[in-house]
C-alpha cells in the first residue's frame, strides 16, 4: 500500500485479484492490471462497459474545475472502448463546510458536462460527512453498452502493433500545478508559462482523441487497443498496456511528445513529465498498415499525435530507446506528481 495515488501493483495482486466476490460467467473481462474497463456480457451479443473512479472535489482548484474532473477522468476510462459512456452512477461524500450554493454550482456542472457527452445520470447517493477534508469527494461508475465483440481493451494490443501518443506528457499535472500554485509558478516562470499551463486543464478530456483515432468506418479493424493516461505518466501507460496484454514493448525516447509548459512546470516541482499522471492523453495501439490513417483522422481533428514505438513479443522485454542506447523501461508504483503537491502545499508554496 502506499500514502497516496492508487493501490500498488503487488497489493493489487495481493488483496484485490484473489478475491473478487461471486465468480459470474458473463463476466469477460474483470479487475486486471493496467485495464481501464471491464465488461459483462448480456444477451444478443451486447457487451456492458463500466469503469469507475474517484470524483474531485478541490476547493484551490475551483467548483467548475472540479466538475470537469470528476466527469471527463471516468469518460477517459470509457473512451479506450472506443465508445462514448451512456451512463453515470455518482456517490458523493461532502463536507459539511460546503455551502448549499456552492453544492448547487457544482452539481450544476457535472449535469452540463455529463449531458455535453451523452451521459445520463441514473443514480447515486449524496450526503455529508463530518470530518470530511479530502479533495475526492466520493466515487463514480460510467457505463455504457455495445457490441461485445467490437468493445477495445488494453489487453487486446498485440505484439507488432505501432504505439501513438495524442497530445503531450504530463498534461494534468502541469495543469493542476499552475492553477493551485499560481503565485509560484508565475515567480519562478513567468505569466507566459503560468497562463499556458492553466490553458491546459481543459484539454484534460481524451474522450474525443479515442472516437477520432478509432473512426466509425473501421471500427475493430485499424485500432487494436487503447489506454488512457492517468498515474504514471505516458511510460507507465504504456509499461501498463504491455504488461496487460502480455507482450513487450520499445519506446523511443526522443519521440515522446514533451510540451514546452509541461516541461517547465514539472521541472519547477522537480518531477519527470514522462511519468506522471497525464490525462487527455491517449496511448492507442494501431495495426502497422493503417498507421498513416489513424493519424490522418487524429490531424483532420486538430488532434496532435505522436508515434513512440511498437508493442514486441514479450521474450524483448520493456524497453527505451534513449540516445541509441537500449534500457529497461521502468514502472513505478506512486506517482510522484502527490509527492511534488503535498511537498509544495506543506512548503506554503501558493
Same mark, same amino acid.
Given at each position: 500500500?502506499t500514502?497516496?495515488?492508487?493501490?500498488s501493483?503487488?497489493g493489487?495482486?495481493?488483496?484485490?485479484?484473489p478475491?473478487?466476490?461471486?465468480?459470474?460467467?458473463e463476466?469477460?473481462?474483470?479487475?486486471?492490471?493496467?485495464?481501464?474497463?471491464?465488461?459483462?456480457?448480456?444477451l444478443g451479443?451486447?457487451?456492458?462497459?463500466?469503469t469507475?473512479?474517484?470524483?474531485?472535489?478541490?476547493?484551490?482548484l475551483g467548483?467548475?474545475e472540479?466538475?470537469?474532473?470528476s466527469v471527463?477522468?471516468?469518460?477517459n476510462d470509457?473512451? !479506450?472502448?472506443?465508445?462514448?459512456?451512456?451512463?453515470?452512477?455518482?456517490v458523493? =461524500?461532502?463536507?459539511?463546510?460546503l455551502?448549499?450554493?456552492?453544492?448547487?454550482s457544482?452539481?450544476?456542472?457535472?449535469?452540463k458536462y455529463?449531458q455535453?457527452?451523452?451521459?445520463?445520470?441514473?443514480?447515486?447517493?449524496?450526503?455529508?460527512?463530518?470530518?470530511q477534508?479530502s479533495?475526492?469527494?466520493?466515487?463514480?461508475? &460510467?457505463?455504457?453498452?455495445?457490441? *461485445?465483440?467490437?468493445?477495445?481493451?488494453?489487453?487486446?494490443?498485440?505484439a507488432?502493433?505501432?504505439?501513438?501518443?495524442?497530445?503531450?506528457?504530463a498534461?494534468?499535472?502541469?495543469?493542476?500545478?499552475?492553477?493551485c500554485?499560481p503565485q !509560484?509558478?508565475?515567480?519562478?516562470?513567468?505569466?507566459e508559462v503560468?497562463?499556458?499551463g492553466?490553458?491546459l486543464?481543459?484539454?484534460?478530456s481524451?474522450?474525443?482523441?479515442?472516437?477520432?483515432? *478509432?473512426?466509425?468506418?473501421?471500427?475493430?479493424?485499424?485500432?487494436?487497443?487503447?489506454h488512457?493516461?492517468t498515474?504514471?505518466?505516458?511510460l507507465?501507460?504504456?509499461?501498463? &498496456?504491455?504488461?496487460?496484454?502480455?507482450?513487450g514493448?520499445?519506446?523511443?525516447?526522443e519521440?515522446?511528445?514533451l510540451?514546452?509548459?509541461?516541461q517547465s512546470?514539472?521541472k519547477?516541482?522537480?518531477?519527470?513529465?514522462?511519468?506522471?499522471i497525464?490525462?487527455?492523453? &491517449? *496511448?492507442?495501439?494501431?495495426?502497422?498498415?493503417y498507421?498513416? =490513417?489513424?493519424?490522418?483522422?487524429?490531424?483532420?481533428?486538430?488532434?496532435?499525435?505522436?508515434?513512440?514505438?511498437?508493442f !514486441?513479443s514479450?521474450?524483448?522485454?520493456?524497453k527505451?530507446?534513449?540516445?541509441?542506447?537500449?534500457?529497461?523501461?521502468?514502472?513505478?508504483?506512486?506517482?510522484p506528481?502527490?509527492?511534488a503537491f503535498?511537498?509544495?502545499?506543506? =512548503?506554503g508554496?501558493?
Amino acid at each position: 500500500m502506499t500514502l497516496s495515488g492508487k493501490i500498488s501493483g503487488g497489493g493489487f495482486e495481493q488483496f484485490i485479484l484473489p478475491q473478487l466476490g461471486y465468480n459470474r460467467p458473463e463476466v469477460t473481462s474483470g479487475p486486471a492490471f493496467g485495464v481501464d474497463v471491464s465488461v459483462i456480457g448480456l444477451l444478443g451479443g451486447t457487451g456492458l462497459a463500466l469503469t469507475s473512479d474517484p470524483l474531485s472535489l478541490i476547493p484551490s482548484l475551483g467548483l467548475q474545475e472540479s466538475a470537469w474532473l470528476s466527469v471527463h477522468l471516468m469518460a477517459n476510462d470509457m473512451a !479506450t472502448t472506443g465508445f462514448t459512456p451512456m451512463y453515470a452512477q455518482m456517490v458523493l =461524500n461532502l463536507p459539511p463546510s460546503l455551502t448549499e450554493q456552492d453544492f448547487a454550482s457544482y452539481w450544476g456542472y457535472i449535469h452540463k458536462y455529463s449531458q455535453a457527452i451523452g451521459v445520463a445520470i441514473t443514480g447515486g447517493h449524496t450526503g455529508t460527512i463530518e470530518g470530511q477534508n479530502s479533495t475526492i469527494a466520493g466515487g463514480g461508475t &460510467m457505463l455504457l453498452t455495445a457490441p *461485445v465483440d467490437v468493445i477495445l481493451l488494453s489487453h487486446k494490443a498485440e505484439a507488432g502493433n505501432v504505439i501513438i501518443v495524442t497530445k503531450a506528457c504530463a498534461t494534468s499535472s502541469a495543469a493542476l500545478l499552475a492553477m493551485c500554485f499560481p503565485q !509560484t509558478v508565475k515567480n519562478q516562470l513567468g505569466t507566459e508559462v503560468y497562463q499556458e499551463g492553466c490553458g491546459l486543464f481543459y484539454q484534460t478530456s481524451s474522450l474525443i482523441d479515442a472516437l477520432t483515432a *478509432v473512426g466509425l468506418p473501421s471500427r475493430g479493424k485499424e485500432v487494436t487497443a487503447m489506454h488512457d493516461v492517468t498515474e504514471g505518466g505516458v511510460l507507465g501507460a504504456i509499461y501498463e &498496456m504491455a504488461v496487460a496484454s502480455n507482450n513487450g514493448v520499445k519506446v523511443y525516447n526522443e519521440q515522446l511528445p514533451l510540451g514546452d509548459a509541461q516541461q517547465s512546470i514539472c521541472k519547477l516541482f522537480g518531477i519527470d513529465s514522462r511519468f506522471c499522471i497525464g490525462a487527455g492523453s &491517449m *496511448v492507442i495501439a494501431v495495426d502497422k498498415g493503417y498507421v498513416d =490513417n489513424v493519424l490522418q483522422r487524429l490531424a483532420s481533428a486538430q488532434i496532435k499525435a505522436t508515434v513512440v514505438g511498437e508493442f !514486441t513479443s514479450l521474450a524483448d522485454g520493456y524497453k527505451l530507446i534513449e540516445n541509441g542506447h537500449e534500457n529497461d523501461l521502468l514502472y513505478y508504483s506512486k506517482d510522484p506528481y502527490w509527492d511534488a503537491f503535498f511537498n509544495a502545499y506543506k =512548503n506554503g508554496w501558493k
